[in-house]
């Protein structure tokens, strides 16, 4: 009765394919954001493309949350499933509000340091990429996983220093002549940082689970 019960709920590596789905949408959303600034896509576009890949990774996070719910077997403790699915969520949901800032305030042009910092965030999302699989046997790859939540962590400290010499050139350039031009500046630096914020946040989870399960 119980094996009968067991084989109508959810597949317990069926989390782990639902992880690695979402990372692969994060990356995409994040290949669309550094678009964006670089300007290899026309704006508009890369705003859209980046709205849509939020819109698939939250499908993917009900799908999750919704499973961990129906599961009666979870590949390691719920709420650590829970807080992934959410790090990982929460990231692509700040490249979104970054690009709804650019669209709202009409930006076209992009300070170097802006620029930087989106191809950062696609270093963290391809680094996610590659660590999110390695969760299938954390006890065998633990080494590996702490490599990548340290590596997304020095990431976010480059972004920040990026954040504070964009923001200081900002000022000086703007302070006599355009105070709204360094306020829209600011606010879209302030969303840059957001987003690393966000995959540092995706690198706890992962390090936390590692503690948890080696």
Same mark, same amino acid.
């Given at each position: 009765m119980l094996s009968w019960f067991r084989a109508l709920m959810p597949r317990e590596d069926g989390f782990f394919d %639902?992880?690695?789905?979402?990372?692969?949408? /994060? %990356?995409?959303?994040a290949l669309a954001l550094r678009s964006l600034f670089?300007?290899?896509?026309?704006?508009?576009?890369?705003?859209?493309?980046?709205?849509r890949h939020?819109?698939?990774a939250d499908d993917i996070t009900a799908e999750v949350l919704q499973a961990v719910r129906?599961?009666?077997?979870?590949?390691?403790d719920r709420v650590d499933i829970k807080d992934l699915i959410e790090s990982l969520d929460d990231a692509i949901d700040q490249m979104h509000q970054t690009s709804k800032a650019i669209t709202l305030f009409e930006v076209t042009t992009f300070e170097a340091p802006m620029r930087e910092m989106a191809a950062i965030a696609v270093?963290?999302?391809?680094?996610?990429?590659?660590a999110i699989p390695l969760l299938r046997k954390v006890g065998t790859n633990a080494g590996a996983l702490n490599t990548y939540a340290v590596a997304i962590t020095d990431l976010e400290g480059k972004?920040?220093? /990026?954040?504070?010499?964009?923001?200081?050139?900002?000022?000086?350039?703007?302070?006599h002549t355009d105070p709204m031009a360094f306020t829209v500046g600011a606010e879209i630096y302030g969303h840059l940082e957001r987003v690393a914020d966000r995959f540092e946040? !995706?690198?706890?989870?992962?390090?936390?689970? !590692?503690?948890e399960h080696v």
């Open positions: %639902l992880f690695e789905a979402h990372s692969q949408v /994060l %990356l995409e959303g670089d300007g290899s896509a026309d704006i508009a576009t890369a705003c859209a493309e980046v709205k939020e819109k698939r129906r599961s009666f077997i979870t590949p390691f270093e963290a999302a391809e680094m996610t990429v590659r972004v920040d220093k /990026l954040h504070d010499q964009g923001l200081k050139a900002l000022f000086l350039t703007h302070r946040d !995706v690198a706890n989870e992962i390090s936390g689970i !590692v503690i």
